[in-house]
């Protein structure tokens, strides 16, 4: 099935910029790879330093194709990445791309020593897209508040970006394996929202009396009440739960012709086949999450 895109309005300065994307984490370089596709950027990943490098050189012997943006998901006192800042600020060619560092332990002192190897941004995971979105925002939109200050590069921390409290979403995920609940919560956590668990529709549906989400996530085949038991019992108005049009997506192994056709009838929104594919039900999130 086709999927639409995040529903963040792309950013008419970020259009078609080049972007090199660093990262270890093939969950990570998916999941941001999906936002600056949505926001109709250039994009090209590297797994190490190794491939980063080759990218840079490439693009400074060829002349063309320079990168706007680096984005570098690693630890600061990684000497890799160290290295690969220095490089970019040596280069003439390179020296204005804007570089972003994102890291999953934020340690105290890291953000200036990041300012002062030529960063623009130090961002701590998870990030949601909204605010990878709102820093690039930041950088492109910031101007030096006076007459000195027209040399300095902006800077900008997870304290500079605006919060906005549309952009939280609260979650409940039913799923009776507690090795895909386990898995599909870090998932969720991985994109920066956070999602309560049940093992079963009977406990979904308890879970939904008690209080409001915004989006379930639906596992098909559960003991005691499947799925679409669940959808059935939730969509029905004498079922005493909070707000019984909240939208549910589907989740099944079975990826059978006539699933989403069954799915869809039974009151559910969407469907998504399992494995769950990171980019596939980041869409799907962002797609029925409250504007």
Not at 73 to 92: I, R, T
Not at 127 to 139: A, D, V
Not at 181 to 208: P, T, Y
Request: glycine letters at 4%; aromatic letters at 8%; charged letters at 25%.
């Amino acid at each position: 099935a086709s999927l639409k895109t995040i529903s963040i309005k792309p950013l008419k300065q970020l259009e078609n910029k080049r972007i090199l994307l660093v990262s270890p984490y093939k969950t990570n370089r998916d999941i941001i790879g999906h936002y600056l596709k949505s926001w109709n950027c250039f994009y090209t990943d590297a797994v190490n330093f190794g491939e980063a490098l080759l990218q840079l050189k490439k693009s400074v012997e060829q002349k063309t194709g320079l990168f706007d943006f680096l984005i570098l998901d690693q630890m600061l006192s990684d000497e890799n990445g160290q290295e690969l800042a220095q490089f970019v600020q040596a280069d003439p060619l390179l020296k204005n791309t804007i570089m972003i560092m994102l890291t999953s332990h934020g340690i105290r002192g890291d953000a200036l020593r990041a300012k002062e190897m030529g960063f623009s941004a130090y961002l701590t995971k998870p990030i949601k897209g909204s605010q990878l979105y709102q820093c690039f925002e930041t950088i492109l939109n910031k101007t030096p508040d006076d007459e000195n200050k027209k040399t300095q590069k902006p800077f900008v921390t997870r304290h500079d970006i605006p919060k906005n409290g549309k952009q939280e979403i609260r979650i409940l995920l039913a799923e009776d394996n507690p090795i895909n609940q386990k898995l599909a919560l870090r998932l969720i956590a991985k994109f920066g929202f956070h999602a309560d668990a049940v093992f079963n529709g009977k406990e979904a549906v308890k879970a939904l009396q008690k209080a409001s989400y915004d989006l379930v996530l639906m596992d098909i085949e559960m003991p005691e009440m499947d799925g679409f038991e669940a959808t059935q019992t939730i969509r029905n108005p004498k079922s005493q739960v909070i707000k019984p049009s909240t939208p549910i997506i589907a989740m099944t192994a079975h990826a059978l012709q006539g699933d989403r056709e069954r799915c869809l009838k039974a009151g559910m929104n969407d469907y998504i086949a399992k494995p769950i594919q990171p980019d596939q039900l980041l869409e799907l999130i962002e797609k029925y999450r409250p504007i």
